[in-house]
């Protein structure tokens, strides 16, 4: 399949999980809110936030299984780095209140004014990053 209609429909699913979930609970897909709540003390949100994760890592397994190449650690690279990096993203977005998904999908489509000034830090920070990293 094109990688654009990739992108469209795993776009369209992302969408949709979120719609979803804002109408069955009023709470928004912030991915970063969801872990953090998830690793305090349980309460009546837990069993939600506990099916929320499960399923983003299960969608990651189905598709490590059914198309391998998509999922790859690059060179030079191991696990334990990978992880190590992806907590200290996760600590950054819990002090920035809230991660590109909370912030891109859903608080843009609020219209929320902190939402669009942290989308676009996120965007222009990735952009000169990616450009001083490609340049090493």
Known sequence: MHPFINAVLGGGLI????TVLLLSTGRVAGISGILGDLLAPPD???SWRFSFVLGLLAGGGVLAFLSPQ???????RNLAMLAIAGGIVGF????GNGCT??????GLTRFSKRSLVA???FMVTG??????????
């Open 15 to 18: 969408g949709l999980a979120a």
């Open 44 to 46: 009546e949100n837990s």
């Open 70 to 76: 998509t999922i790859q650690i690059p060179q030079g």
């Open 92 to 95: 950054g977005t819990r002090q």
């Open 101 to 106: 998904s909370g912030h891109g999908v859903c």
């Open 119 to 121: 989308t676009i830090t």
């Open 127 to 136: 952009v000169i990053t990616a450009s001083i990293v490609g340049q090493l």
